[in-house]
């Protein structure tokens, strides 16, 4: 039941994708109150199919790839529904809708919604060290967005005659301040999320622990470069782009391979 509210939330999502490549194939990129009400949509929709699935497996709905992919688009696209506001940056859910689509697409026609190993009371620490993470996640992955969104409107400005998108993107100090924030945040809930996992009932895995470490290595030392002035805008702009292209290939493999790495 619970996988038709995913499809329809999938439709709205592609919905929000197709009108952005519409107004760009046009010349006529610009914000659009179709994009954010289709992208609403899918967010409720989403909601409501994690909570479905939730009550059936009785805790968290993170227990396979599958669910961890769909968790991942959600807390993007929640990520995308406070930051667009406060920011003011309309045009970032013409970026973000196809990211969701493409994690929301990638779980329901891959075979990954396997059933997992029945397992006892939910241990709280467990759940909050994986949700707090792959929001982390999320957050991160709005931070790749807006690193996207730098690099494009900083072409433009190099353009003899900047293109339509020059027009509606935000200014680049703009990008560069949600950016800088958005990576703040996300590695600091990264950090209470890895945090929360040490008072953990059972055993994590190795690889598990490994892989989530590398991630957080990763963007610390982004962070760090960036603060001390080694690394511009831009270069933050393509760090961030590639951390989050390591954080997407470790993070199903994490789920996917834990029978190996149990100990």
């Known amino acids: 039941m619970e996988r038709y509210f995913l499809a329809v939330s999938t439709l709205c999502y592609l919905l ?23 992208m609403l949509a899918g967010f409720v929709l989403q909601t409501t199919f994690l909570y479905l699935r939730g009550q059936a497996v009785g805790r968290c709905p ?19 529904l406070v930051v667009g506001t406060a920011y003011r940056i309309s ?7 196809p990211l969701v689509l493409a994690l929301q697409l990638a779980a329901s026609v891959l075979p990954l919604d396997r059933p997992s190993a029945p397992r006892g009371v939910p241990d709280a620490w467990l759940e909050l060290h994986a949700a707090t993470s792959l929001m982390a996640y999320g957050v991160l992955g709005l931070a790749c967005v807006a690193g996207v969104m730098y690099l494009v409107q900083e072409k433009q400005l ?3 005659v900047p293109g339509s998108l020059f027009h509606v993107l935000p200014p680049l100090t703009t990008l560069t301040e949600a950016m800088r924030r958005l990576l703040w945040f996300g590695t600091g809930l990264l950090t209470a999320g890895i945090l929360a996992g040490f008072p953990v009932g059972v055993p994590v895995g190795r690889w598990k622990a490994g892989a989530s470490v590398v991630v957080w290595i990763v963007y610390a ?32 493999a994490m789920y996917a391979l834990k029978g190996y790495f149990a100990h």
Request: proline letters at 2%; a positive charge; glycine letters at 10%.
């Open 16 to 38: 929000a994708s197709g009108y952005s490549l519409v107004l760009s194939g046009a010349g006529k990129f610009r914000a659009s109150r179709f994009i954010l009400g289709a």
């Open 62 to 80: 993170i227990t396979n790839s599958f669910e961890v992919l769909v968790f991942l688009s959600w807390s993007i696209a929640l990520s995308y």
């Open 91 to 97: 045009l970032l859910g013409a970026f973000t809708a």
């Open 158 to 160: 190099k353009m003899r």
């Open 221 to 252: 030392g982004v962070l760090a470069l960036w603060r001390r002035r080694y690394l511009g805008p831009r270069g933050a702009a393509i760090a961030c782009s590639a951390a989050f292209a390591l954080a997407l290939v470790t993070l199903p």
